[in-house]
């Protein structure tokens, strides 16, 4: 039997590729992972990438879905959702209510009886930004757990603020949010 059922959701962020990795851990270690991308994601990972780490299609486009209430489905489904990489623009529209893309609608039809984890990732001024600022605290007050984010060298050559956390270490706050509901 599957350990947990993941929903993971990937934004338009270089740190994908990271993602690519917790998705892989996530599996090896036993857990039924389901994946679900904004369209820009898909510019920076590959649907087969990412049905071949799964084991699983892909839920992208909403009017496309195999079921046509998908991501009602898919909400009920999982036991954890977690949108990693979560870009400065998908927690802008998390926190203010708009289901224009996959992504936002599945968080609109979150179930607050189960975890749902944003790992962000953005350059250090996009997290600095009042916008942002903004967002995190909306988002935390609806119940999302935000994650930390790392300091360092940035894809665009900054340093600061702003990272995705390491695989890993995302990998034990999925771990302690499932272990604090059992
Ligand atoms: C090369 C490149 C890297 C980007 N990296 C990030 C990022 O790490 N974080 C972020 O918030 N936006 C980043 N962006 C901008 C987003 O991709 C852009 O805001 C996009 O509209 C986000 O769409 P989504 O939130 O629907 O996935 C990047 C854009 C490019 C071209």
């Not at 036993?30 to 071949?52: D, M, N, Y």
């Not at 607050?112 to 996009?126: D, E, H, I, Q, W």
């Amino acid at each position: 039997m599957s350990k947990y059922k993941i929903l993971f959701q990937l934004t338009g962020s270089i740190a994908c590729f990271k993602a690519c990795a917790l998705i892989s851990r996530l599996v090896r270690e036993g857990c039924e992972v389901k994946a679900a991308c904004t369209p820009s994601a898909l510019r920076f990972i590959g649907q087969s990438t990412l049905e071949g780490l799964t084991g699983r299609p892909l839920y992208c486009d909403m009017f496309e879905a195999k079921q046509s209430v998908e991501h009602i489905a898919l909400s009920k489904w999982a036991d954890l959702s977690i949108i990693c990489p979560a870009t400065a623009n998908i927690m802008g529209k998390m926190a203010s209510g708009i289901g224009d893309d996959c992504v936002s609608t599945l968080f609109l039809a979150h179930d607050f009886s189960k975890p749902c984890l944003v790992a962000p990732a953005m350059n250090r001024n996009m997290w600095k930004h009042p916008a942002t600022r903004r967002s995190v605290e909306l988002l935390e007050e609806y119940g999302v757990e935000v994650l930390p984010v790392a300091e360092g060298r940035q894809a665009c050559g900054d340093e600061g603020e702003g990272r995705m956390l390491e695989p890993d270490d995302i990998y034990a706050y999925i771990m302690a949010a499932l272990d604090g509901r059992a």
